[in-house]
């Protein structure tokens, strides 16, 4: 399996770094020809106004879109969980709206900007799974065919939609291969 890491801005080497401890090649992709032969694609975190011109930029926004439209599975972390929502609330920024969500760009405020937590994430075992917030968003809104898998203080921050798998936190900061396992395992190799 072929994984694609969009390279254009933000943690996308963490993220190449987990995948490979996965067992799972990747490439980071920084322009058209690099989707090719892709099996999925991970959106790392980032600032996803930057990410979203730099995808316009490099002409990336269609491309994707296509792609995921005929079946290619997508991880997005952070600013790339930003990226692939339908709404941005109180924002008209562009996203590549792939799942149904609402999303609160910088949303647990100011004072508690960045910090880490335990979070119970059933899919992926019992185990607590400590996780990394920078900045981050969470999911206001959801349509009806979205699965949440983990809640912060009440807060949407993980949830998937069929081939679509977003989180609010950085995976790819930690050790903990789990959230990467399932994105391998129980998603891109499902072909959903
Ligand atoms: N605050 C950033 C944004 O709104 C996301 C932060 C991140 O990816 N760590 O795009």
């Not at 990336?60 to 290619?72: F, H, R, S, V, Y």
């Not at 949303?107 to 799974?129: M, N, W």
Request: proline content about 4%; aromatic content about 6%; glycine content about 8%.
């Amino acid at each position: 399996m072929l994984i694609g890491v969009l390279a254009l801005q933000g943690a996308f080497r963490e993220h190449q770094y987990l995948l490979d401890k996965c067992g799972v090649s990747t490439r980071q992709v920084k322009k058209t020809s690099e989707l090719e032969g892709v099996d999925a694609l991970v959106i790392p975190g980032g600032e996803s106004t930057t990410m979203g011109k730099l995808l316009n930029g490099f002409n990336l926004m269609k491309p994707i879109i296509d792609l995921a439209n005929q079946g290619m599975p997508i991880f997005g972390t952070c600013a790339g969980l930003i990226m692939l929502a339908k709404h941005i609330r109180n924002s008209q920024q562009e996203t590549l709206a792939l799942i149904d969500i609402e999303v609160e760009r910088n949303a647990f405020g100011r004072q508690v900007d960045s910090f880490e937590t335990d979070l119970d994430i059933p899919v992926l075992g019992a185990e607590p799974y400590r996780a990394v917030f920078i900045r981050a968003p969470y999911i206001t809104e959801v349509s009806k065919g979205i699965n949440v898998l983990a809640r912060c203080s009440d807060k949407i921050v993980c949830a998937s939609q069929g081939r679509f798998l977003v989180a609010a936190f950085h995976p790819e900061l930690t050790n903990d291969l789990r959230m990467h396992r399932y994105f391998i395992e129980n998603i891109a190799r499902q072909k959903i």
